[in-house]
C-alpha cells in the first residue's frame, strides 16, 4: 500500500537558517504529492502541491520539488521565521487508481527560535 | 469562500455512549472526505463522498463507526458505544477539484 516518511522531529532552528524537511513516498500508481502545515491550536493548511514529476511547488517562502527518481519531495525554505514555527505533514494522493484519500505522514515539527 | 466548518469543536463522552459529529463543507464542494489523528500521528483516512453517494471507506472504519450525507451537503459520523480508543481529532475536508484537500478545524474527542 501507499506510505509517507518523514523525518522525525522537532527540528529546531534559528530564525533566518534554512530548513530542509525530507520526504520519501511509496506509491502503487503515480501520485500527487503535498504538504501540508499545522499551525498551534489550528486546522491543517494546504501549504503546497506537485502533480507531475520535476514540477515544484511553491508558496510563502517554501518549496518543494517532485523527485520521481528517488521518490521524494522534500520541503525547504531559505530563510525561517518564528511564525513558521508549526507541524508539517507530507502526503500523497494516487491518480492512476483513482482513489480519492490523502495518505500522509507522521508530521514534523518545526521550533524556530528567535 | 467561509471554509470548512466543525461542530462540536470539543467533546467529552463516556464509554459506551454514542456522539455525532458535524461536517459543513466549503459550499459547491461535491467532494467531502473524513479523517482521523492520533496526537503525534498524521491523519488517517475514514471515508470519502461524492455527493451524496459514500464511495470509499476504510478498515478503520469498524461497525461501530456511521456516516452520511443527505442531499449532498452537510456530512454527520457517528460512533456508537464509544471506547477509549476512538479519543482522537476527527477532521472533515472537502474538495471540488480531484486532489485539493481544505480541512476543517477538527473535533477533538475524549472518551473516559
Known amino acids: 500500500g501507499d506510505s509517507v516518511t518523514q523525518m522525525e522531529g522537532p527540528v529546531t532552528l534559528s530564525e533566518e537558517a534554512f530548513l530542509t524537511i525530507n520526504c520519501t513516498y511509496t506509491a502503487t500508481g503515480y501520485p500527487s504529492l503535498f504538504w501540508y502545515v499545522q499551525y498551534p491550536g489550528e486546522g491543517l493548511q494546504l501549504l503546497l502541491k506537485a502533480t507531475k514529476a520535476d514540477d515544484k511547488g511553491s508558496n510563502k517562502g517554501f518549496e518543494a520539488t517532485y523527485r520521481k527518481e528517488t521518490t521524494s519531495f522534500h520541503l525547504e525554505k531559505g530563510s525561517v521565521q518564528v511564525s513558521d514555527s508549526a507541524v508539517y505533514f507530507c502526503a500523497l494522493s494516487e491518480k492512476d487508481t483513482g482513489r480519492r484519500a490523502l495518505t500522509f505522514g507522521s508530521g514534523t515539527r518545526l521550533q524556530v527560535q528567535p | 469562500d467561509t471554509g470548512v466548518s466543525q461542530n462540536p469543536r470539543h467533546k467529552i463522552t463516556k464509554r459506551g455512549q454514542n456522539v455525532t459529529f458535524r461536517c459543513d463543507p466549503i459550499s459547491e464542494h461535491n467532494r467531502l472526505y473524513w479523517y482521523r489523528q492520533t496526537l503525534g500521528q498524521g491523519p488517517e483516512f475514514l471515508t470519502y463522498f461524492q455527493n451524496e453517494a459514500q464511495l470509499e471507506k476504510s478498515r478503520l472504519l469498524s461497525d461501530r463507526f456511521s456516516a452520511e450525507r443527505p442531499k449532498g451537503s452537510f456530512s454527520t459520523l457517528e460512533i456508537q458505544r464509544t471506547e477509549q480508543g476512538d479519543s482522537a481529532m476527527y477532521l472533515c475536508?472537502?474538495?471540488?477539484?480531484?486532489?485539493?484537500?481544505?480541512f476543517g478545524p477538527g473535533t477533538r474527542l475524549t472518551v473516559t
Open positions: 475536508a472537502s474538495s471540488r477539484e480531484v486532489y485539493e484537500q481544505y
